[in-house]
């Protein structure tokens, strides 16, 4: 419940908790989206990797760095937009500790931060790399040993 003579929100305020509800929501859709991003990209080079191999063309399989590279982009743009959100949301707990949340606060959910340096953060993240650079490996082997 809103204080009445400092118009500041409480912990156990029902705004409050909706808020706060509605930015982990946000944050999970992220993280569900970039988990999506790797399905699909797993879908996606193994499909193109599979045709290579049928069909005996091995030049081809260069054609899967193309889901490689656009999906990498599109897990680091969720990556980043994840972080941010988290970030605002960690700022908001912050302000709601120290008795600051104004009504203003609520229901706006403002990723904090820098975008393209979130961007640049999560292109060199450890769930990123590993996972789209052993993609990158398996596309050159197969253009390297596919007969």
């Not at 990498?72 to 908001?92: G, H, M, W």
């Not at 009504?103 to 640049?120: E, F, H, Q, R, V």
Request: proline share 3%.
């Amino acid at each position: 419940m809103a204080d009445k003579e400092s118009n500041t929100f409480h912990e156990n305020s029902d705004a409050v908790q909706a808020h706060l509800g509605i930015s982990q929501a946000v944050i999970q859709r992220m993280a569900a989206n970039s988990a999506s991003c790797k399905g699909w990209c797993i879908a996606i080079t193994s499909a193109i990797l599979v045709l290579v191999a049928d069909k005996s063309k091995p030049d081809y399989a260069l054609i899967a760095f193309i889901p490689i590279l656009l999906f990498l982009a599109l897990d680091a743009y969720y990556l980043a937009l994840e972080k941010r959100i988290r970030n605002s949301y960690n700022s908001f707990i912050d302000k709601l500790h120290r008795k600051g949340i104004e009504s203003t606060d609520l229901y706006a959910i403002i990723p904090s931060g820098s975008a393209s340096k979130a961007i640049g953060t999560a292109l060199i993240s450890f769930s990123i790399w590993p996972f789209y650079l052993t993609l990158m490996v398996m596309a050159l082997v197969a253009w390297k040993y596919i007969v």
